[in-house]
């Protein structure tokens, strides 16, 4: 009687598989991490026209000189000066937590003290070193809408 011997069919190794799974992990967490290329320099605000997306807030909303956190939109509005809007992301550029109140004219992140300008979003006081990107909104009537 003759013994054949068992030969498994050859597959992918286990070091192929985890090296595979390891750059699918990483990739994913590289998209999650990228930028959507918005410049902070087309920031501001579009007055007037415009659908924009749903409602954020109402022009009353915001105080001048002053601003509003929409944590849910990640985003931060401000009025610098009568009837002239901004609006920046809400996450700090230093170690990227969500920045917490706004004050005597700047936005403040509590996790480390970095201060931002309501008016343009940049550092007024360190850490950070980068400004908060600026977002698009459009106020149309009374309305404030993200773009």
Avoid: W
């Avoid at 009837?83 to 996790?111: E, R």
């Amino acid at each position: 009687m003759t013994s054949a011997s068992f030969k498994p069919e050859a597959g992918p190794g286990r070091r192929t598989v985890m090296a595979a799974a390891g750059a699918a992990g990483l990739a994913a967490a590289l998209t999650a991490c990228g930028s959507d290329d918005k410049s902070s320099d087309a920031a501001d605000t579009v007055s007037g026209g415009g659908d924009g997306g749903a409602a954020l807030a109402k022009t009353a909303d915001i105080p001048e000189g002053g601003g509003k956190i929409f944590k849910d939109q990640s985003v931060v509005v401000t009025q610098p000066t009568a009837g002239t809007y901004k609006a920046f992301s809400s996450k700090c550029t230093h170690q990227g937590c969500a920045v917490s109140s706004i004050a005597n004219g700047v936005i403040v992140c509590p996790c480390h003290g970095s201060h931002f300008s309501v008016e343009d979003g940049s550092v007024k006081h360190g850490p950070a070193t980068q400004p908060l990107p600026a977002q698009k909104i459009t106020v149309s009537g009374d309305d404030i809408k993200l773009a």
